[in-house]
């Protein structure tokens, strides 16, 4: 008697075009991951920027309360000015992990009594550009779409 095998019956694994196959789709989707990843890290890194204009603003707002119950009035107070009287700690540029230089670039500007605009530069970055024109931008308006490349 003999036996008739099916080549079904001895195929045990998975031939190389299948393995291939594989292969492909799964580097498709994690290119699609790296593209995603790369995006949300980027918002991230300009949300950052725009929390660190804000935290400027809120420590020149504590200095200014300070200056107005002795009677100082200001036009702007500096990122450099809360530094020296500890309102604030030097603040890490999310770009690129160093700190904001200590300069008097980085300012907030008060009119009436009120904080009114900041200006905000990073090592590679700024938020003190509004139409081309280099100005404070108003506190309502800060936002992620204002940050431009030094």
């Known amino acids: 008697m003999i036996k008739i095998y099916s080549q079904e019956q001895y195929q045990k694994g998975y031939s190389l075009v299948e393995l291939l196959a594989i292969i492909v789709i799964l580097g498709i989707i994690s290119s699609i991951g790296v593209v995603s990843m790369t995006k949300v890290i980027a918002v991230a890194k300009d949300q950052a920027f725009v929390g660190n204009a804000i935290t400027l603003?809120?420590?020149a707002h504590l200095y200014l309360k300070d200056e107005e119950?002795?009677?100082n009035p200001h036009l702007e107070i500096t990122y450099?000015?809360?530094l020296e009287?500890?309102?604030l700690d030097k603040i890490e540029d999310p770009y690129t992990g160093g700190f904001i230089p200590e300069t008097d670039k980085t300012?907030?500007?008060?009119?009436g009594n009120k904080i009114s605009a900041v200006c905000f530069y990073g090592n590679t970055h700024n938020l003190c550009?509004?139409?081309g024109v280099e100005t404070p931008i108003p506190i309502d308006e800060l936002s992620i779409d204002l940050i431009i490349r030094n």
Request: aromatic share 10%; charged share 30%; hydrophobic share 30%.
């Open 85 to 87: 009287l500890n309102y």
């Open 80 to 82: 450099r000015e809360l």
């Open 69 to 71: 119950i002795q009677g």
């Open 57 to 59: 603003k809120e420590a």
């Open 107 to 111: 300012y907030v500007r008060i009119t």
């Open 129 to 131: 550009t509004k139409g």
